[in-house]
T-cell receptor
Framework: DSGVTQTPKHLITATGQRVTLRCSPR?????VYWYQQSLDQGLQFLIQ???????AKGNILERFSAQQFPDLHSELNLSSLELGDSALYFC????????????FGPGTRLTVL | AQSVTQLDSHVSVSEGTPVLLRCNYS??????LFWYVQHPNKGLQLLLK??????LVKGINGFEAEFKKSETSFHLTKPSAHMSDAAEYFC???????????????FGQGTILTVHP
């Protein structure tokens, strides 16, 4: 168990809908990272937050947004969902603004029908 | 810019035989390199990392990797495979500054390791 929790574990929704994925980092970790894992794109970095501020951005679509709250948990919002958004979404955390050691959560499996 | 190429999408070995998973990287910066493992229906776990110290890096579960700058490679090896090693392995690169890694992790496409009894 990495200490990173993600909810929900599974999510099934329809095209055009909006969903929110939640991540709680390990106790004391200030950085949160979001990744998308899909069959065609592999594992892709989406975005990083450090202590509430956006720190690095990857291949995140404009329909997606994220934030990190004062208690350091993070939410990834996915809107106007498309079939191609079906994927496993991982959250990871690390102690500081460093990618050296990231602890990954179990993931949220999103299915868009 | 940075990228990672894992040269084999599938590797199959017999239990007790050596494991070699190959990875080449490209980076405009001094790189940090990692290997992560993903067991079925599980999250990713860090096996080992290189951040500009010793070029031969030892990780968990008997795995090790050697950073070879001249070959831009970071191959993962293990002398003797166990059944429990069956999983998907990802080679990862990040930007290194002063021995610390920053920013996004760029993942390879993954290598699925199968271990036969």
């Amino acid at each position: 168990d990495s200490g990173v929790t993600q909810t929900p574990k599974h999510l099934i929704t329809a095209t055009g809908q909006r969903v929110t994925l939640r991540c709680s980092p390990r106790s004391g970790d200030l950085s949160v990272y979001w990744y998308q894992q899909s069959l065609d794109q592999g594992l892709q970095f989406l975005i990083q937050y450090y202590n509430g501020e956006e720190r690095a951005k990857g291949n995140i679509l404009e329909r997606f947004s994220a934030q990190q709250f004062p208690d350091l948990h993070s939410e990834l919002n996915l809107s106007s969902l498309e079939l191609g958004d079906s994927a496993l979404y991982f959250c990871a955390s690390s102690p500081r603004d460093r990618a050296d050691t990231q602890y990954f959560g179990p993931g949220t499996r999103l299915t868009v029908l | 810019a940075q990228s990672v190429t894992q040269l084999d999408s599938h590797v199959s070995v017999s239990e007790g035989t050596p494991v070699l998973l190959r990875c080449n990287y490209s980076s405009s910066y001094s790189p940090s390199l990692f290997w992560y493992v993903q067991h079925p229906n599980k999250g990713l776990q860090l096996l080992l990392k290189y951040t500009s110290a010793a070029t031969l890096v030892k990780g968990i579960n008997g795995f090790e990797a050697e950073f070879k700058k001249s070959e831009t490679s970071f191959h993962l090896t293990k002398p003797s495979a166990h059944m429990s090693d069956a999983a998907e392995y990802f080679c990862v690169v990040a930007r290194n500054a002063g021995g610390t890694s920053y920013g996004k992790l760029t993942f390879g496409q993954g290598t699925i390791l199968t271990v036969h009894p």
